[in-house]
């Protein structure tokens, strides 16, 4: 437990040819991949590609998005460790 923190787990599904958007969260992620082949974009990174048991770490506030360029969906956990009271994810134009 972090004061002012709390942790949530979220399962994640973007089907064949979909994305996220993209968005920003208020805590650090961290995101396992269980199926497909995830495209993703990241403020600051190149864009990257993961696999099945890959994983990756999104710090707080940073703009992105996950996307699927394949033709079957992809599934990921994410784990959070959010700032109390603000939403989970914000929209970014």
Request: aromatic share 6%.
């Amino acid at each position: 437990p972090i004061p002012g923190y709390e942790e949530d787990l979220a399962s994640v599904e973007i089907p064949a040819s979909g994305r996220e958007g993209r968005h920003t969260h208020p805590g650090s992620v961290i995101i396992y991949v269980q199926e497909g082949t995830l495209t993703f974009d990241c403020e600051g990174k190149p864009t990257a590609t993961y696999n099945p048991g890959d994983s990756l770490y999104v710090e707080p506030d940073k703009i992105h998005e996950g996307r699927n360029t394949g033709k079957t969906p992809v599934k990921v956990l994410a784990s959070f460790v959010l700032k109390k009271g603000v939403p989970m994810t914000s929209q970014v134009q």
